[in-house]
């Protein structure tokens, strides 16, 4: 083999390797912003995997329509070390300007003990064996505990929407403020929590819907603080 040969297809392998390993860190960049890793990996310890929306129209003891939507989510502790985590919400909120409505829905946090997963939830609610949907929102139920490394919680989130309605609120990913970039692109945080190390706040992802298509814009998203997580 001719020596002369050799710098020249030396500099061309690594050339070759260094554009491999751009588009990689292109390729990986791209998938994080736009949100399409599940489970949601975060740095301090946890990952967050959440199933699907289930809906159902809901009347109470008064007789009120109302819509019904929930999102439920496994938090795993992948540290090596216990997490404690405090979850809390109930509370009434506004719907966006664009929606043009007056209605008011109430976000809360599922009682733990109806929370094994998304779809038994929705049986039970369809079939009718559970009734906390007709208790009082107002006050918060707490999740309060601490997992240890390897260990599994589930959380469910809850909206509830008075019919009709031109709008619906949907819980689309609950995360760790410290993956806060997923989700840019809600410009609305509300009900922000004051802390000293913000990402170790837990959010949930909102998703509004405008029922009236011919009204502009027909979407957007809002960001809610419902917890925090300490070692």
Do not use: W
């Amino acid at each position: 083999m001719d020596r002369k040969l050799l710098p020249m297809k030396l500099s061309t392998i690594v050339g070759l390797l260094i554009v491999m390993l751009v588009c990689s860190c292109v390729q990986k960049t791209t998938k994080i912003e736009n949100g399409t890793d599940q489970p949601i990996k975060s740095n301090i310890g946890l990952s967050i995997e959440y199933g699907p929306n289930l809906g159902t129209t809901h009347i109470d003891n008064l007789g009120i329509r109302h819509f019904y939507v929930h999102s439920t989510a496994i938090i795993t502790n992948d540290s090596i070390v216990p997490i404690h985590i405090q979850f809390a919400l109930s509370y009434e909120y506004e719907f966006p300007a664009f929606c043009g409505d007056t209605n008011k829905y109430k976000i809360f946090i599922l009682p733990e003990e109806l929370t094994p997963d998304t779809a038994t939830i929705y049986n039970n609610i369809v079939n009718g064996q559970h009734d906390f949907l007709n208790t009082p929102l107002d006050k918060s139920n707490i999740l309060n505990k601490t997992l240890k490394s390897g260990k599994k919680c589930v959380v469910t989130i809850g909206v509830l929407i008075p019919k009709p309605t031109n709008c619906a609120a949907v819980p689309r990913a609950i995360f760790s403020y410290d993956n806060i970039a997923l989700y840019n692109k809600c410009d609305s945080q509300i009900n922000r929590a004051i802390s000293t190390d913000p990402k170790f706040e837990i959010g949930v992802k909102l998703e509004y819907y405008n029922q009236r298509k011919f009204i502009s814009p027909e979407d957007g998203c809002a960001i809610i603080t419902f917890g925090q997580i300490s070692y």
